[in-house]
T-cell receptor
């Protein structure tokens, strides 16, 4: 089945640094989504992308839908302590009944 | 607006006891519903999904079962819990299979 390779698996950064993470696949996806999960909570949708090449921002977050439809990246600028958590990418395929999720990127920020 | 409710928030159950976790969605009709399990600090494992009343698809053979007795109700069950059933269980809904999911707040299950 389809798989998403999300990297890096974990990141340890200083407050104020920029963050970049990505997801790649050998399969083509029609939608890409990025979620953030705080400890002990359910994941929350950050950004949804529906068109190849689309670049979308949500505050300090920016995500892009790769032109090949096989990848996506998420950037976080000027990280702050509340950015700590696990970030998941997810891809959707037309006609499928479920999303495919990456394994997550755990972000830790040193103040 | 749509909301998703999942309960209980935490549960401690002995090995061999039954389990019933409930998830309900409000403000929408005929949603896709999903049950995920997450080991500590790990990724999301899809357990079951449902595209309609009485329709259940199982992703991973295991000690658990799911049912959808009503349009906006999704139940995760077990007749006899195993230690390996411990984890963080998440319910989610979506209007379609490719649209973004909305997750519930999760149930932390500890089997002792």
């Amino acid at each position: 089945g389809q798989q998403l390779n999300q990297s890096p698996q974990s990141m340890f950064i200083q407050e104020g640094e920029d963050v970049s993470m990505n997801c790649t696949s050998s399969s083509i996806f029609n939608t890409w989504l990025w979620y953030k999960q705080d400890p002990g909570e359910g994941p929350v949708l950050l950004i949804a992308l529906y068109k190849a090449g689309e670049l979308t921002s949500n505050g300090r977050l920016t995500a892009q839908f790769g032109i090949t439809r096989k990848d996506s990246f998420l950037n976080i600028s000027a990280s702050i302590p509340s950015d700590v958590g696990i970030y998941f990418c997810a891809g959707g395929i037309q006609g499928a009944q479920k999303l495919v999720f990456g394994q997550g990127t755990r972000l830790t920020i040193n103040p | 607006s749509q909301t998703i409710h999942q309960w209980p928030a935490t549960l401690v159950q002995p090995v061999g006891s039954p389990l019933s976790l409930e998830c309900t969605v409000e403000g929408t009709s005929n949603p896709n519903l999903y049950w995920y399990r997450q080991a500590a600090g790990r990724g999301l494992q899809l357990l079951f999904y449902s595209v309609g009343i009485g329709q259940i698809s199982s992703e991973v053979p295991q000690n658990l079962s799911a049912s959808r007795p009503q349009d906006r109700q999704f139940i995760l069950s077990s007749k006899k819990l195993l230690l390996s059933d411990s984890g963080f269980y998440l319910c989610a809904w979506s209007p379609t299979g490719t649209a973004g999911y909305t997750f519930g707040s999760g149930t932390r299950l500890t089997v002792v």
